[in-house]
């Protein structure tokens, strides 16, 4: 039963409940659903240097080139440079990235409400852009179209992503994980997904 | 005449010129201007990684505490980690500081629409952090308030601020500099701020 891959906080059975009172499942994007279609004309921005931006004059990634033909494992989070996602999100995706290549993953995705700039000093800091591709969603689109977005103004972070997973093949979802709480870490992690695939 | 302290691109008669003529002098930021009062309710974010934003609560400058009573330099720019502001518009300001104190000028801050988890992890990569006080606009209020924002998702950074600077005493702004093109730094620069003091 697809709806049984959908992780949201840590139980599922629970997750079901609030599904039927409405709360917290409300995003479009579910088992099943194809990423591409569910946000159209949505691309994403490759992390670079602000050279390499102008260079490559601003180009943008379309979701088409991203998953199509390809086994996607992305996970989104609510920015660079916070505390969870540098220090528990990121670093176990860097660390499993040979079991990721080994199940037939092509590409383990990272992306974030944050200009591709950021994001690319970010994932250098982390020394993880040679495992993992970093994407920025620096207008929220992406993440807007999935309903996947959440206010973290409290933590002065202004409108960003739910912390979430998302095994993806050919476009099509075949696991997704959202957290309760973007501060946590127990559903979105490199161990639970690579369990699903 | 306070006017005449209004710089936008690099002539200030052809600006005064626009002013007439409505072509972008529309900030609502001028020579006069109680910067204060102009942005009712706002706060700052001073720069600070993650942790020391939660051991502060996400704490927020209010501005009467950045400019009451002070002799102030503000800059501001489009984008942590992007090229201008990297390499043109904060080094000057950074090296030039021994100069801005000589003049009595009691803080010389930067500050742009970004979280101040990546205002201060871009300050570091400067090294500017002890010259300069680095604030964010997460939300983009202080820079909408004063209408110095600007569209740059052709550069993938969404509403961003214009590129600025003012000299600032007691919240009175007596200097004003407004870049025609974020792109420049023609009028905006620490050599040119420095003559207006």
Same mark, same amino acid.
């Given at each position: 039963?697809? %709806?049984?891959?959908?992780?949201?906080?840590?139980?599922?059975?629970?997750?079901?409940? %609030?599904?039927? +009172?409405?709360?917290?499942?409300?995003?479009?994007?579910? @088992?099943?659903?194809?990423?591409?279609?569910?946000a159209p004309n949505v691309s994403l921005q490759k992390a670079r240097t602000w050279d390499e931006g102008l260079d490559s004059k601003f180009s943008t990634t379309p979701l088409k080139d991203i998953f199509k033909d390809k086994k996607v494992v992305i996970f989104g989070l609510p920015g660079a440079y916070t505390g969870v996602c540098s220090n528990k999100h990121v670093p176990p995706y860097k660390e499993n990235i040979d079991k990721f290549k080994a199940k037939g993953i092509d590409s383990v995705i990272c992306?974030?409400?944050?200009?591709?700039?950021?994001?690319?000093?970010?994932?250098?800091? +982390?020394?993880?852009?040679?495992?993992?591709?970093f994407y920025g969603d620096f207008d929220g689109s992406f993440h807007? %179209?999935?309903? +996947? =977005?959440?206010?973290?103004?409290?933590?002065?972070?202004? @409108?960003? %992503?739910?912390?979430?997973?998302?095994?993806? =093949?050919?476009?099509? =979802?075949?696991? +997704?994980?959202?957290?309760?709480?973007?501060s946590d870490v127990k559903v979105s992690g490199a161990d639970t997904i690579l369990g699903q695939i």
């Open positions: 039963m697809a %709806s049984a891959m959908v992780n949201r906080g840590g139980c599922r059975i629970m997750k079901s409940v %609030s599904a039927v +009172l409405g709360t917290r499942f409300y995003a479009k994007i579910a @088992t099943g659903t194809d990423i591409v279609s569910a992306v974030a409400i944050n200009d591709p700039y950021t994001m690319n000093a970010w994932a250098e800091k +982390l020394q993880a852009k040679e495992a993992i591709e807007k %179209s999935l309903e +996947l =977005v959440t206010d973290l103004s409290g933590a002065l972070l202004g @409108t960003r %992503s739910e912390r979430w997973s998302a095994y993806v =093949v050919d476009g099509k =979802v075949k696991a +997704l994980n959202v957290e309760e709480a973007p």
